[in-house]
């Protein structure tokens, strides 16, 4: 049985996570802690991987926290920039064990993941190509991690197809335009209803690609959470990885 405890257990994302665990039957649920619980609880001696969702401005301290617990982490909190990953990695190479994992997705459902692989497959035969994420109002970051990450993807891809700028005749603008990640534009949506939806929108002269998920419950981030635990519980993934395409055979 891998034995999972859960940072953050009482949020959205954590509560999901703590039923998802109790419901898989190769797991079994250790500890439970939210904010002003001691991550030192959190040890080899109750726990095999750590779990968390918290928020942005303090999953960066859990992880370097439960590295130094010496316990594997599986990461879904959004806000990660490369100063951070840095950190991750720098605590990883002075880690307790020279196998200790560190997984950080910024998307668990499937829908998501291959969204932003189509992206990044398409993205080198457009001319134009923006993001749209559209979520609840209950988030508090934006854009969405995946929205970055999937900007990001798109970036690499067009870079190495040897694409300029996208084309963007805008000479005034007071913020409609939104966000410029790595030279593509994102735009964020907060909607009450809407849980969680990302549209990459691709453009030529004469055509368009749109490539849409939808996350319409939390349900659907669990079987990537618990794919990503099994990974980490299995072993051969030590140090830093990012994002769940790593554990799919895509
Ligand atoms: N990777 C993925 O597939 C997904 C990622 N997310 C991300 O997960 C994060 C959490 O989202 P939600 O669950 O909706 O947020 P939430 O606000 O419902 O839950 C956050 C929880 O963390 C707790 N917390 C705050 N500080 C803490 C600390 N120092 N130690 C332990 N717990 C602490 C809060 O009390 C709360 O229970 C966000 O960054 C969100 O963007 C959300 C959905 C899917
Ligand atoms: O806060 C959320 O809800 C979500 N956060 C993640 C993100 O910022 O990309 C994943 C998903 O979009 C839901």
């Known amino acids: 049985m891998v034995r999972v405890s859960v940072i953050g257990a009482k949020g959205r994302m954590g509560s999901h996570v703590v039923d998802a665990v109790k419901g898989a039957d190769d797991m079994e649920l250790a500890l439970t802690l939210d904010a002003g619980d001691d991550l030192t609880a959190v040890s080899p001696a109750n726990t095999d991987v750590a779990v968390e969702f918290t928020v942005p401005s303090v999953s960066l301290d859990n ?40 997984f950080i997705a910024p998307n668990f459902a499937i829908s998501a993941v291959l969204a932003d692989h189509f992206a990044t497959v398409a993205a080198r035969y457009f001319e134009s190509a923006e993001v749209i994420e559209l979520h609840h109002p209950t988030k508090v970051d934006a854009p969405s991690g995946t929205a970055f990450h999937t900007a990001q993807g798109i970036a690499v891809a067009r870079r190495a197809a040897g694409l300029g700028p996208v084309p963007d005749a805008t000479e005034t603008d007071g913020g409609s335009r939104g966000q410029v990640v790595d030279g593509i534009h ?16 691709f453009g030529n002269a004469g055509e368009q690609l749109t490539i849409r998920a939808d996350s319409f419950d939390r349900t659907s981030f669990m079987p990537g959470v618990l794919l990503a635990v099994r990974k980490l519980a299995e072993g051969g993934h030590a140090g830093l990885t990012i994002g769940l395409d790593r554990f799919l055979d895509l």
């Open 63 to 102: 992880v370097l926290a439960l590295i130094g617990q010496g316990v594997d982490v599986v990461v879904g909190t959004t806000g990660w920039t490369e100063e951070k990953l840095a950190k991750v990695r720098e605590a990883l190479s002075a880690a307790p064990h020279d196998d200790q994992a560190v």
């Open 186 to 201: 994102v735009h964020a949506v907060r909607l009450r209803g809407l849980n969680a939806h990302e549209e990459i929108l």
